[in-house]
């Protein structure tokens, strides 16, 4: 019963090479992100999606590029990987309730580029 | 543009001692604030938040937080720290729905707990 779900929580992988993570939310919530945290533990929003538009987009490499099926699913995909991508991607999902957009988040996927 | 500082990133105390992480917001619009909890190699717990209902925010684990609006703060505490409270906090600020919840970071605060 996870409420949000990453996949894979590790991601080993060589410069140059494409990759993706996956995310799925089981909460019926509309709005979905992506947070990057460096190594530094400094997070960051990268992307957001409301009813699979997207509606943030924070000066992100075109390299990253988000995708979003269905409003429980909001994919990432990264071409051309560099060593600066190494980092933790978050995926986190929120309802707007009384406003606030309270948050949940997944468990996050390491990503190691080599 | 919102942000967040947390003053200190490194906190330490003795198990039963008082915990305070401090952390101060910039924003342009009345916030909404949250405190986060990341145990190691996990995703991002939410501890509580403020609303703007009572300013006086109680959550989970025995941890509580005061909104200050005068003082532009939204300082952490728990009357008794616990060994399973070892972890990193962050706090964050949104705008609500302004940005659709996007959350503004600080730099996070490493709490350690000595026995």
């Known amino acids: 019963d996870t409420a949000v779900s990453q996949t894979p929580k590790y991601l080993v992988t060589q410069m140059g090479n494409d990759k993706s993570i996956k995310c799925e939310q089981n909460?019926?919530?509309?709005?979905m992100y992506w947070y990057k945290q460096d190594s530094k533990k400094f997070l960051k929003i990268m992307f957001s999606?409301?009813?699979?538009?997207?509606?943030i987009n924070e000066t992100v490499p075109n390299r990253f590029s988000p995708k979003s099926p269905d409003k429980a699913h909001l994919n990432l995909h990264i071409n051309s990987l560099e060593l600066g991508d190494s980092a933790v991607y978050f995926c986190?999902?929120?309802?707007?309730?009384?406003?606030?957009?309270?948050?949940?988040f997944g468990p996050g996927t390491r990503l190691t580029v080599t | 543009a919102q942000s967040v500082t947390q003053l200190g990133s490194h906190v330490s105390v003795s198990e039963g001692a008082l915990v305070l992480l401090r952390c101060n917001y910039s924003?342009?619009?009345?916030?909404?604030l949250f405190w986060y909890v990341q145990y190691p190699n996990q995703g991002l717990q939410l501890l509580l938040k403020?609303?703007?209902?009572?300013?006086l925010v109680k959550g989970i684990n025995g941890f509580e937080a005061e909104f200050k609006k005068s003082e532009t703060s939204f300082h952490l505490t728990k009357p008794s720290a616990h060994m399973s409270d070892a972890a990193e906090y962050f706090c964050?600020?949104?705008?609500?729905?302004?940005?659709?919840?996007?959350?503004?970071f600080g730099q996070g605060t490493i709490l350690t707990v000595h026995p």
């Open positions: 986190a999902s929120s309802f707007p309730g009384q406003g606030y957009y309270e948050q949940y």
């Open positions: 909460l019926g919530h509309d709005t």
């Open positions: 999606y409301n009813n699979k538009e997207l509606i």
């Open positions: 924003s342009s619009v009345p916030p909404y």
């Open positions: 403020y609303t703007s209902a009572a300013t």
């Open positions: 964050a600020v949104s705008d609500g729905g302004t940005s659709y919840g996007k959350l503004t």
